[in-house]
């Protein structure tokens, strides 16, 4: 047993019980140990009380100073409580899917947590949206933007519901990420016995044909039966309408680059690509 953990980030929003669920299907199939991580972050209300040192005495404002730091003792004290509930709640939706289950609660941003965390990571597993988002209008966390920037690990984004998968598509570009995407499908677990979409985006005559053509070969050597083809049009409009058309399961993709795909996955296209699609994301740097 590897011993890179699938890390599932839990909040208190719609999305943890898809995370939880994905996470479960993702340490079995990869047969590894199963981490569920919550970030608190503090949000100090002490400076802010410094800036009325000019309008207030000086008695009133070590007073004041005084009930803000209570303040934040007992907020900081409730948050902590709130977490452990919440990944006891986790723990207890998951337990007996993974060979080796642990929590966790951390301090701080969770891109650092993430960052000090990575050697240990095979997989992030993350929701759409979090606490703060509004699940109807579509709009992607700012954590998951900012933990793909900075990670270079697989992360997972997954929707409220799970839905087991059962095929994939691979939003093919030649470029690095692409091609360890190849890799992962090749010689992992986790996509094993799943129809595969091997699917470009290019304009006819391309270069990408041949390299299409020579990926298509490489899932086919795996044991993977392939559909798909190299389509024309914008990246986003014929991706999200072959994965609607055939009803793919899940998309796995390159997370930065230049390409014509790799180029959705920065600023507010990332939100258009991820309202879109149906299903889980798998996000590759």
């Known amino acids: 047993m590897t011993n890179e953990h699938v890390m599932a980030c839990i909040d208190p ?32 209300a002490d400076a802010g009380a410094r800036d009325l040192s000019g309008a207030i005495g000086l008695g009133s404002q070590e007073a004041l100073l005084g009930e803000l730091a209570e303040h934040d003792r007992q ?40 960052l000090e965390l990575e050697p240990t990571i095979r997989l992030v597993i993350m929701g759409r949206r979090g606490r703060n988002a509004d699940v109807a209008n579509g709009h992607l966390a700012s954590n998951v933007e900012r933990v793909v920037r900075a990670l270079h690990r697989p992360i997972l984004v997954v929707p409220q519901t799970f839905s087991q998968p059962r095929s994939f598509m691979l939003a093919f570009d030649n470029g690095p990420s692409t091609r360890k995407a190849l890799e992962v499908l090749m010689r992992g677990p986790l996509f094993r016995g799943m129809h595969a979409h091997l699917v470009s985006v290019a304009a006819h005559g391309s270069p990408l044909d041949a390299a299409h053509a020579w990926a298509r070969a490489q899932l086919e050597t795996a044991g993977f039966t392939v559909a798909g083809g190299v389509l024309s049009g914008d990246p986003d409009t014929a991706l999200t309408t072959y994965q609607h058309d055939h009803r793919v399961d899940l998309t796995i993709m390159g997370a930065y680059g230049h390409s014509r795909i790799r180029r959705l996955l920065v600023g507010s296209t990332t939100t258009a690509l991820l309202r879109q699609l149906d299903g889980p994301l798998l996000l590759l740097r």
């Open 13 to 44: 929003s719609p999305f943890a019980a898809g995370v939880c669920d994905y996470a479960s299907w993702a340490a079995a199939r990869l047969a590894a140990p199963l981490t569920l991580l919550h970030a608190i972050h503090h949000r100090h």
């Open 75 to 114: 907020a900081a004290k409730l948050a902590m409580e709130h977490g452990r509930v919440l990944l006891e709640g986790a723990r207890q939706r998951v337990a007996g899917h993974a060979a080796v289950l642990s929590t966790r609660q951390v301090h701080g941003p969770l891109v650092d947590r993430l």
